[in-house]
């Protein structure tokens, strides 16, 4: 895989493995793509497929009974090989993270202003608190919060607000990428439409690039570039954002694509894809999809296909190679 100027990103068969006494969970199983600078990839897949995972893998914020395995480099640096110290550093000034649930990753007895000082400080230890606050309200402004609250605590501000003020924290720094999981989805359908609109103006003030984690694909589909689907520590498909909606290839696809909540046809029954995501601790042998799949040959049952080129996309998928 080559590197060029504007490659961000780079996973080739990263492995994150929970060492756990009755098993290894194998949440992330052999990971591989490349995120250009200013792109945005939304990660999709059903809960429990190592979304969050991944995401938490590229910060390296993850228990100490994690083995991670593969290359990760981020900025041309190697990721694995850093000391906890050294992420420091890296973290929430390089590459930050916004996390569904806004009223846990605030502290409930600091002003949002202390929230933003602490966060700055931490990175740039010897600045005023004047300049400080400068930075805080400015990001806050960005984010459609008047600066006069920064001196309210988080519990004064709704669920949406506090989401907002979130991605400030996340933005105050101008990180090269957002990693985003599930940041809508704690919250009510019109204030997540807000925030959608809200990530769109965002990425084209501060021109970052942005991993958007989702469980759904209806989420994603005006805001990314290009869309990962995950299943079972797997990539199942990547491609690019129009083309996966116009033309799914992937049988996983295109059910995550029928289960999206149509909202002008309420009542509309959705598909739902019958049974449940294996057990990642023994993941059954061959495609891990192929248990839920109406389209399994007996060769998917036996052996893990490859990611084969599709007009453009990657798909993990027996229909689309020569089958030997
Ligand atoms: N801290 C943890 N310790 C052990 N297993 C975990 C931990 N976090 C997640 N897992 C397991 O890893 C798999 C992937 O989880 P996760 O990354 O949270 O998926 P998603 O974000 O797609 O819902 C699941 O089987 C989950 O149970
Ligand atoms: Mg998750």
Redesign the pocket.
């Known amino acids: 895989m080559g590197r060029d100027a504007n490659t961000l990103l780079e996973l080739e068969q990263l492995r994150v493995y929970?060492n756990?006494r009755h098993g290894i969970?194998k949440?992330?199983d052999g990971i591989s793509f490349t995120m250009k600078e200013k792109e945005t990839i939304g990660l999709v897949?059903?809960?429990?497929?190592?979304?969050?995972?991944?995401?938490?893998a590229l910060m390296k914020i993850?228990?100490s009974?994690v083995t991670m395995m593969g290359r990760l480099h981020f900025d041309g640096e190697d990721i694995i090989s850093k000391s906890e110290k050294e992420m420091q550093s890296i973290r929430g000034s390089k590459i930050t993270m916004i996390f569904q649930d806004p009223m846990t990753s605030l502290n409930p007895v600091m002003k949002v202003k202390d929230h933003f000082i602490e966060m700055i400080r931490t990175h740039i230890p010897k600045i005023s608190e004047e300049e400080a606050m400068s930075m805080a309200a400015k990001a806050l402004t960005a984010v459609g919060i008047s600066e006069s609250r920064l001196n309210e605590y988080p519990f004064e501000f709704s669920g949406g607000m506090r989401q907002r003020v979130m991605i400030a924290l996340g933005l105050v720094l101008n990180p090269k990428l957002v990693i985003a999981?599930e940041p809508t989805t704690s919250l009510d359908v019109n204030v997540q439409a807000q925030i959608i609109e809200l990530i769109k103006e965002l990425k084209r003030k501060f021109n970052m690039s942005m991993l958007l984690?989702t469980?759904d694909l209806g989420v994603v589909a005006e805001l990314a570039d290009r869309i990962i689907v995950?299943y079972a520590?797997h990539i199942m498909e990547i491609s690019d954002a129009i083309e996966l909606y116009e033309s799914p290839k992937h049988p996983y696809t295109k059910a995550l694509l029928h289960s999206i909540p149509n909202t002008i046809i309420e009542d509309m029954d959705l598909s739902y894809i019958p049974g449940s995501p294996p057990?990642?601790i023994s993941p059954p042998k061959g495609c891990r999809f192929a248990p839920r799949c109406d389209k399994a040959m007996k060769i998917c049952r036996e052996k893990e296909p490859p990611l084969f080129d599709v007009n453009g996309a990657k798909v993990k998928c027996w229909l689309y190679g020569d089958k030997e």
């Open positions: 929970y756990l969970v949440a992330v897949g059903e809960s429990g497929c190592g979304k969050s995972t991944l995401g938490l993850l228990p009974t999981d984690i469980h995950m520590g057990n990642l």
